[in-house]
């Protein structure tokens, strides 16, 4: 996530404009660190989802779990860039 989205996406929450470019200054930002922290916590969230839908017994082949792992992998490698 860019600073840029972060930026877009406070405003489309409503912050307004002048708070944006006090928060998120790309030096020492609480705002901006909070942020990062939030997406990281959610990436992880969601690649835990992935994970624990490939380890389900059942019905499901190999490919299918195989997906599930790959999927949590790359969710979590965004964070990695």
Not at 17 to 45: G, K, M, N, T, V
Not at 46 to 66: L, P, Q
Request: proline fraction near 2%; glycine fraction near 8%; charged fraction near 25%.
């Amino acid at each position: 996530m860019t600073i840029d989205e972060i930026i877009h996406m406070a405003k489309e929450a409503g912050m307004p404009d002048w708070l944006c470019e006090d928060w998120f200054h790309p030096f020492d930002s609480f705002a901006l660190r909070f942020a990062y922290q939030i997406a990281a916590a959610e990436r992880e969230a969601c690649a835990k989802v992935a994970e624990d839908t490939g380890n389900i017994s059942g019905n499901m082949n190999k490919t299918w779990r195989n997906g599930c792992f790959d999927a949590a992998d790359a969710i979590r490698a965004r964070g990695q860039g």
